[in-house]
């Protein structure tokens, strides 16, 4: 009783105090206008956007490494995708960043396309850095996990291996390109598509929410897909197949909408923008902290056996 108010109460802190402390960081920032087109390389200060972030990081490994540690690897990154929600929700979003670069006059007026490759960058090394912190964390919970007597816990893969994969067929030092590729693919389609299925707009809620959902297709389609190899995926690969949309999308936006006659203005302001591009950088971090896990949950992962209220023992 007493640990589960304790988890609780980590948990209200870091959604009221942390979080909150840190966008009131992010809230300082304003794109190179004023205004509040920026993210956290797109602004009048790129320096201070990478110190801010690095403060969140920090925070993140902290607050998710003691929560990961004495509660349970999934409390931990609830708190890791809460603060990330927090800092997301702070930064501007695609329609006003592609309109602040036509209207600031760069290249003509009429592109942002520059603006799309940044914010391909930056959402994939936000989302590295997030599956850095997960790896973290999943290591402190595995240490913590509880022995039930008579039953000897499966070794996790060494090296590489060990990060992206729980469990591998048999030997372990084989080939992992099979199901490694074939459960990135599976998360990037089935994210990609719920992603792309809700974000129907660029407002920061629903791009927020979108990732979310995104993140639980693309965590329940990574563990369906590594069964059919006999294999487990970690936390680790599902949000790395969610850096990689965030990667690809920003860079399909700017060759669809950047070659035709239309400026991809105007394709913005006919609301034809190609829907992944309209998340943003903290946006797909956010949403696979907080959807992957519980995809996997539904595909009938067990991240953590504390997890599990009133777990069985076998006899």
């Not at 925070?59 to 990154?77: P, Q, V």
């Not at 599902?238 to 949309?245: F, R, Y």
């Amino acid at each position: 009783m007493l640990k589960s108010i304790l988890r609780w109460c980590i948990i209200l802190l870091t959604l009221l105090a942390v979080g909150p402390l840190l966008a009131s960081l992010f809230r300082t920032l304003h794109d190179r206008d004023g205004g509040h087109a920026f993210t956290l390389l797109i602004s009048d200060s790129p320096v201070k956007g990478i110190g801010y972030a690095l403060a969140l990081l920090a925070a993140a490994t902290i607050i998710g490494g003691i929560t990961s540690a004495f509660f349970s690897l999934n409390s931990g990154l609830a708190c890791i995708g809460l603060l990330f929600g927090w800092s997301a929700w702070q930064l501007g979003t695609i329609d006003g960043i592609i309109r602040r670069f036509a209207s600031s006059g760069v290249a003509g007026g009429g592109g942002g396309g520059s603006d799309l490759l940044i914010l391909a960058l930056e959402a994939f090394l936000t989302c590295l850095a997030a599956a850095a912190i997960v790896h973290f964390c999943s290591l402190l919970a595995e240490k913590n996990q509880p022995r039930l007597p008579n039953h000897t816990p499966i070794p996790r893969p060494k090296g590489l291996r060990g990060v992206l994969f729980t469990d591998l067929p048999a030997p372990h030092d084989g080939s992992i390109a099979g199901p490694l590729i074939g459960s990135i693919l599976a998360a990037m389609i089935a994210g990609g598509f719920m992603t792309a299925l809700v974000a129907v707009t660029g407002l920061k809620g629903q791009t927020l929410f979108a990732t979310f959902i995104g993140g639980i297709a693309a965590g329940l389609a990574a563990s369906h897909m590594a069964r059919t190899f006999k294999a487990s995926v970690s936390v680790v690969t599902p949000i790395l197949a969610m850096g990689l949309l965030g990667l690809l999308a920003p860079i399909i936006a700017k060759f669809m909408h950047g070659g035709g006659g239309a400026s991809i203005v105007d394709i913005l302001n006919a609301d034809k923008l190609f829907p992944l591009a309209r998340p943003i950088s903290l946006d797909w971090a956010t949403g696979a902290l907080l959807g992957v896990p519980i995809g996997m949950s539904w595909a009938g992962v067990i991240l953590d056996t504390r997890a599990v209220e009133q777990p069985v023992a076998n006899t």
